[in-house]
């Protein structure tokens, strides 16, 4: 992950970039001169993940073939396992193999890929099995938002604590300072909002970052400013799912009309676990109207 001792790290501008949501930017400043062969797979890595990001799972599965490094292939796995229903359970079963292959087992782009996709599946003890031993700022990060999603924010402080120890001013610390901060709400959520404000000065304001302001000014009862913030992610993105999401929220909370933004979000991704709640709502729904019927 580091570059060399005391050198510049060639990878540093393309990591912001898809750390920030900046995918396509990530995408067409790619091309990096005089990288070693560890660093052109990082490279590859990073990009067609943001090619994933951007929902082009059919290019990474087309274009990485069977001779690919492990991370590679990893990453054409959360293609696969991202671009239809019914290839879920061969990329699950494909990385439970890799995974327990001791010559392979341990790399860390592997075991950050069977987080992810265990996270997917919401079954955060099997992420935490491959995620947990860290090893690099992405599966620190990505246990922290695990933890987050267990409703463990003390599990969560530690491993920020140690993301901290090893670079406070790492832009994966200060987001999972944020996403802690929203987690712990009352007066954290000011300190989170200052930290996304500050990505927004320094770097391309993206959909994730207009969402952690939007997620901020929602917890403040800010909800007009929310929209507005809202609103520019969809610009930016009209079928981000976590933009749409947040959306359906602020609209209820405006006393406007969210079936929209819900729609969308169905067909965006139909997964997601506000669309499934909405969905089962109204399968109760239609199901207390029949037996009254």
Known sequence: MAAAAGGPDPLFGLRNNFYLGAYQAAINNSEIPNLSPDEVVERDSLVYRSYIALGSYQLVINEIDSSAATPLQAVKLLALYLSAPENKEIAISSIREWLEDPAIGNNPILRLIAGIIFTHEQDYNEALKHTN?????????????????????????????????????????????????????????????????????????????????????????????????????????????????????????????????????????????????????????????????
């Open 133 to 293: 031993a860290g090893g690099t700022m992405e599966l620190h990060a990505l246990n922290v938002q695990i933890f987050l999603k267990m409703y463990r924010s003390d599990y969560a402080e530690k491993q920020l604590r140690v993301m901290q120890q090893i670079d406070e001013d790492h832009t994966l610390t200060q987001l999972a300072s944020a996403w802690l901060n929203l987690a712990v709400g009352g007066s954290k959520i000011q300190e989170a909002y200052l930290i996304f404000q500050d990505f927004s000065e320094k770097s391309q304001i993206t959909s994730l970052i207009l969402n952690g302001k939007a997620v901020c000014c929602m917890h403040k009862g800010e909800f007009d400013e929310a929209e507005t913030l809202l609103l520019e992610a969809l610009n930016k993105d009209a079928k981000d799912p976590e933009t749409l999401a947040n959306l359906v929220v602020c609209s209820l909370h405006l006393g406007k009309s969210s079936s929209r933004y819900l729609n969308q979000l169905k067909l965006a991704q139909p997964d997601h676990i506000l669309a499934k709640r909405a969905s089962t709502a109204e399968e109760s729904f239609d199901k207390a109207v029949h037996a009254v019927a």
